[in-house]
Each structure stands twice: as C-alpha cells, then as structure tokens.
C-alpha cells in the first residue's frame, strides 16, 4: 500500500507568480484535502475534493484552486503569490462516509515566496 | 476564542515521565485526531476516536463528547517523543474538514 506522496518537496517563487503542487492519494482513498500550515501555527483547511469535485472550501480566496483526477491525485493551484503564501502545504487522503476515516498525511510542500 | 483549545503550548519534561496534553472543544464533532509532527513538518495521525478510549503501545488517548474534552497522555516519555502534539476535529459529518489546535510543543530531556 503506497502512502500519500507530495511534489515538490520545497520551493521558492516570487510574489506575483503562479505555483502548481501536486498530491498522491494513498491507494484506494477517494477523497483529498489540502491544508497550509504557516510558521508557527496549526494546519488551516483551504478545501477538499471528493470524486474530482469541491467537497467544501476553507476562508481561502479564489486564486487558490485545485483539481482531482480519475486516479484520486490532485493539485492545488496558488495564482498571484503573495508573500504570506510562503507556508508548508499538507494534502491528506482519506475514504468519505459514514463512519468519518481517519485522514492520511503527505509530507507536505514548503513554499516560500519572495 | 478558537474552536479547538490546546494546553499546554510547551511542555519539557524529563525522560521517563508521565505526559499529558489536553484539548477542549466548542463545537459539535463526529471525531477527533490526535496528530503528530516532527521538525521538517510531516505529519502522522495517531488516533482517531469519537468515544472512549484507544491506546496504542505508550500512547493513550481518551475522548469525553459530553465534557467536550480529549486527553492524550505518554507513559514513559523518551526523548523521541520530541514533537509537536496537533488536535484536530472534524466539525461537519460528510464534508471532514479538519480544524486544528495550535499545537503542543514537547521536548523530553535525557
């Protein structure tokens, strides 16, 4: 079973610029959610992908998009980077339904802007 | 006030103790996460529970959904034990966002 992988590891951009990270589901998952956790804070949901559609969206404004494949991978789009993107950037796969699934890492994305 | 309350922020404490981390909620759930995440910012789910009580080798978490409160607790600390301790809980059945705690900070002295 191939656990939740997350590309690029790091990355460095300039304000202004768009930036693609891309997420791997763990086998058999059905369901991303992407998280992006600043310096010294927790985890803030920014949305979820349930079967390629949204499944609910965070306080995050729209040049953050995303998309999810056939295959359950997904990517989450950042448009106009602003310095306060800089951040690491979590996705978690997970089955949806009844009972709630337990919700399964990647390593995450760190993101700095400049 | 966050919906998901951590205490303490720090914890130090020497190898060999008793640890434990609280988290007080004030919404409504269908479970809770404890988490866990080393410098470098990976993350790794401990438990996921909804009542009761799980453990799981010297990690124990417990879950009181009338209190709105969870525990977890180490027993026979070890410096490896040195992490960031996250709360998170799923607030809406059917769409499981998760919210998180702030975190705990622990480091366990040799």
């Known amino acids: 079973e191939t656990g939740v992988t997350q590309s690029p590891t790091h990355l460095i951009k300039t304000r202004g610029q768009q930036v693609t990270l891309r997420c791997s589901s763990q086998?058999?998952?059905?369901?991303v959610s992407w998280y992006q956790q600043a310096l010294g804070q927790g985890p803030q949901f920014i949305f979820q992908?349930?079967?390629?559609?949204?499944?609910g969206r965070g306080n995050f404004p729209p040049r953050f998009s995303g998309l999810q494949f056939p295959n359950y991978s997904s990517e989450l789009n950042v448009n106009a980077l602003e310095l306060d993107d800089s951040a690491l950037y979590l996705c978690?796969?997970?089955?949806?339904?009844?009972?709630?699934?337990?919700?399964?890492f990647g390593p995450g994305t760190r993101l700095t802007v400049t | 006030k966050n919906e998901v309350e951590q205490s303490p922020q720090n914890l130090t404490a020497q190898e060999g103790e008793f640890i434990t981390i609280n988290c007080s909620y004030s919404?409504?759930?269908?479970?809770l996460h404890w988490l866990q995440q080393h410098p470098g910012g990976g993350i790794v789910s401990l438990f996921m529970?909804?009542?009761g009580k799980k453990k799981h080798g010297r990690l124990i978490a417990t879950i009181n959904i009338q209190e709105k409160h969870s525990s977890l607790h180490i027993t026979a600390s070890h410096p490896r034990d040195s992490a960031v301790y996250i709360c998170?809980?799923?607030?809406?059945?059917?769409?499981?966002?998760?919210?998180f705690g702030t975190g705990t900070r622990l480091t366990i002295i040799p």
């Open positions: 992908y349930y079967r390629e559609e949204e499944n």
């Open positions: 978690a796969s997970s089955l949806s339904g009844s009972p709630p699934y337990e919700q399964y």
């Open positions: 529970l909804s009542s």
């Open positions: 919404v409504g759930i269908s479970a």
């Open positions: 998170a809980v799923i607030t809406n059945f059917g769409n499981e966002k998760l919210t």
């Open positions: 086998s058999g998952h059905n369901t």
